[in-house]
């Protein structure tokens, strides 16, 4: 079986989706690259019932390596996603605050130090169809070198250079739009200003000499 280790990542995270209040039923999928390989959710199999040979390998151009399943529908825009940057895994939800965000912002404000993570503020791609070349391209625009975006209308894909690193973004990004919903709801928010997100960029970029407080624990 060819990336068998990235299957059965891909297994476990999946089982955690649900848990995480990251997806609603079978909604989501999560896909890692090997080289121009390319191991990816299919559609609409339950999470629990989800084993690493269901989960289907495709060559970047969309050609399939090995695949009992039809792919998740959104494939192309994993494929659009792997081709036009650096990830090595991505994750696509719908969760719940993030998806509410998606129809309320153009961009999700640095309303806490931890969206340095994402490498700024969170942008909100255009609505498009789900499952369309469209939808991919709008993803991809509204990625550019950030680690992270909201789709309008629609959820979130985070990104990774482990699928781990990916899905930790997902569980961040949808707090960190819990809690502009929350601050909204009853006021406006203050933003940190560009001085001060560089700030938490370089503490970032360093970590390992000094961990963030908010990650690994903390
Ligand atoms: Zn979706």
Known sequence: MVLEQERGQIVEYCRRLPSDGLVVATSGNISARSGDMVAVTP???DYEQLTADLVGVYRLDGAPVEARLAPTTELPM???VYRQTRAQAIVHTHS???TAVSTLLDEL???HYLIAMFGGPVRV?????YGTDELAAETVEALGARTGCILGNHGTVTIGA???????RAVYLEWLCDVWLRASAVGRPRVLTPAELEQVR???STYGTSRPHGEAGD
């Open 96 to 98: 719940t605050a993030a």
């Open 162 to 168: 482990t699928l781990g690193e990916a899905y930790t």
């Open 109 to 111: 404000p640095p309303i």
């Open 43 to 45: 559609s609409g199999v």
């Open 202 to 204: 370089v503490k970032l």
């Open 125 to 129: 791609a255009r609505y498009a169809t």
């Open 78 to 80: 994993h494929l659009a």
